[in-house]
């Protein structure tokens, strides 16, 4: 799980972190790019009701979900800080990553807690056999946009516990990293309710802003593609 402040800050941990996950087991000199499965959690931590419910189970579970997610699944929190082993919430921060994000994809933060499952690709630049660098961004081309309060609320989701659970379980399961995604897997898994397998598959396709009435229906079920 990373706390960051910026976009720049997103993809400065994120690189450092991939770089190091590789630097033991590098890849095939062959390979341009690798698709990273990352959730964007837009929570603001200043919100009352059932909103300040969901930030204080997030806070309470960071550590946990932390050590689990572990190299499988990075988990970024734009405007919140750590002070410890706590996280803390930087409103400017979120403010201006909220900006940030939305200058660079179609999508458009609701006001209350949204998670964002989508790409980040990793691409290497090789400087001989065994050695490389490289820096990655994220790609909103398939994107997972997940409203968890309304999904709570309307019972699509029991908690935000046994929903995160699943989704590093399903990051774990699905755990070979390539240039290929592994986004569908992750939304068969956790992010469409049972049984509604075939409904889904009629519906997978590129979702506008603009289109609000459709866009708040489906978002919580459709991959779209909300790249600018």
Do not use: C, T
């Given at each position: 799980m990373i706390a960051v402040?910026?976009?720049?800050?997103a993809c400065s941990s994120?690189?450092?972190?991939?770089?190091n996950r590789l630097g033991n087991n590098p890849p095939s000199e062959d390979i341009e790019q690798i698709k990273y499965p990352v959730g964007l959690f837009f929570l603001r931590g200043d919100r009352g009701g059932f909103g300040k419910e969901i930030v204080e189970q997030v806070v309470a579970s960071y550590s946990f979900w932390n050590e689990e997610a572990?190299?499988?699944f990075d988990m970024i929190f734009p405007g919140w800080g750590k002070d410890g082993n706590t996280?803390?919430?930087?409103?400017?921060?979120f403010i201006r990553c909220k900006k940030e994000f939305e200058d660079i994809s179609k999508w458009k933060y609701s006001g209350e807690a949204d998670i964002l499952l989508l790409n980040y690709?990793?691409?290497?630049?090789?400087?001989?056999?065994?050695?490389?660098?490289?820096n990655g961004r994220f790609n909103f081309d398939e994107t997972i946009v997940l409203p968890m309060e309304?999904?709570?609320?309307e019972g699509?989701?029991?908690?935000?516990?046994?929903?995160?659970q699943e989704l590093i379980n399903c990051c774990k399961e699905n755990s070979y990293r390539s240039d290929s995604s592994v986004l569908l897997k992750i939304r068969d898994k956790v992010a469409m309710p049972k049984g509604k397998d075939a409904m889904f598959a009629a519906i997978r396709s590129q979702?506008?802003?603009?289109?609000?009435?459709?866009?708040?229906e489906l978002r919580p079920y459709a991959v779209c593609n909300l790249s600018q």
């Open positions: 402040q910026s976009l720049e800050n994120l690189d450092y972190s991939i770089r572990g190299k499988y996280a803390v919430y930087l409103p400017e921060a690709d990793f691409e290497f630049k090789w400087n001989g056999r065994h050695s490389f660098y490289g309304l999904m709570i609320s699509k989701v029991s908690s935000l516990d046994k929903f995160m979702f506008l802003k603009g289109y609000s009435k459709i866009y708040d």
